[in-house]
């Protein structure tokens, strides 16, 4: 499994279904690009791929358990490691931690969006 397709399972849910356009925007690649790779990582059962209801043309990606394994095994931030050190920060502080991670996130897609763009 390559880095990127790690990432384009770490942006998935295993019950949530996000659509390739929402994905392919998020990520900063063209839908034609995500496309393809989504039907890599549909070939070898790590999502699935249904169409939206009343919109037959638009596909939502959901993980599978197996790909939901394999997001866990490839995260970056353990899950374990994290609970506790969140647990230990004061309430000022992690609200301001929140808002600062929010603020990147904000920026990130801001940058995704000009990306795609040129």
Known sequence: MTSHQASILDHLHIEKPTTLSQLAEHLGIGRSAMSIQAGRLVRRGYI????????????????????????QQNTVLDPELVRPLLASMPKSELELALQGIERLANYAALVSKRKLRS
Do not use: V, Y
Not at 53 to 59: C, I, M, Q, S, V
Not at 61 to 68: D, F
């Open 48 to 71: 699935r791929r249904s169409r939206m209801p009343g919109d037959h043309r638009k596909a939502r990606l959901t993980l599978t358990a197996a790909g939901n394994r394999i997001k």
